[in-house]
């Protein structure tokens, strides 16, 4: 499963976080593989709701 694949010699993992390294001791072969997912864009977070009501309830008070 872990094979180099250009020499498909042993290969090393390294965990860094969240990314992990694979490396090759042979060739000298090394890649990162990110698995962790994008972010998403969230719809609509507490900050922005309470922004978007802030500025209504001022927008009817201050003409
Ligand atoms: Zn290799």
């Known amino acids: ?3 180099c ?3 498909q010699g042993p290969i ?3 965990s860094l976080g969240e990314a992990s390294t694979v490396t090759c001791s042979h060739c000298g072969f090394a890649d990162v593989s990110v698995e962790h997912q994008p972010q998403r864009e969230e719809p609509e977070s ?5 922004n978007r ?11």
């Open 1 to 3: 499963m872990n094979e």
């Open 5 to 7: 694949p250009r020499c």
């Open 12 to 14: 090393e993992v390294l």
């Open 46 to 50: 507490w900050g922005e709701a309470f």
């Open 53 to 63: 009501f802030y500025d209504e309830s001022t927008a009817t008070s201050d003409r």
